[in-house]
Each structure stands twice: as C-alpha cells, then as structure tokens.
C-alpha cells in the first residue's frame, strides 16, 4: 500500500515551486521557450507543416541564440 503524502509535505513542495519560479534561471528559461515556441510557428508557417518542437529548438539554438550571444 502506497502512503499519501501529508500536508506539511505538500506546502513545503508548493513553497519550493513559487520559490523556483521567482529564480533569474527559471525567468530565462520561460523566456527562451516562449522564442522557441514562436520560431516554432513561423518555421511552421514558412514549411507548411508542423516542423515539431525538437526541429524548433535545435534550429532556434543553431541560428537564433547562437547569434545572440555572438553579439554580446
């Protein structure tokens, strides 16, 4: 049998989640998967078709953010 766990357990796990969602990391990772789910649509758009998110980001890291960084 399988033990639920109590409550103190799960505030605890809720604080750590506002916790980690409030981190620079978490911002930044948020961010890039909102860049990437829109280069997403408009690499789409320009196939045709749904290129697919694994498409999307190796393509967004390869051209997007690699010349991003290559300007700072």
Partial sequence: MTERPD???REE????EEWARKT???????EMKEDILRHKW???EKAGHD???DRA?????L?????KHSES
Avoid: C, M, Q, T
């Avoid at 796990?13 to 750590?16: A, D, G, Q, R, V």
């Avoid at 051209?63 to 010349?67: C, G, L, V």
């Fill in 7 to 9: 409550k103190p357990e």
């Fill in 63 to 67: 051209r997007i953010r690699r010349r």
């Fill in 42 to 44: 408009f690499e789409s």
């Fill in 51 to 53: 290129v697919g998110w």
């Fill in 13 to 16: 796990e809720s604080h750590f």
């Fill in 24 to 30: 620079a990391l978490f911002r930044e990772w948020a």
């Fill in 57 to 61: 980001l190796v393509d967004y890291n």
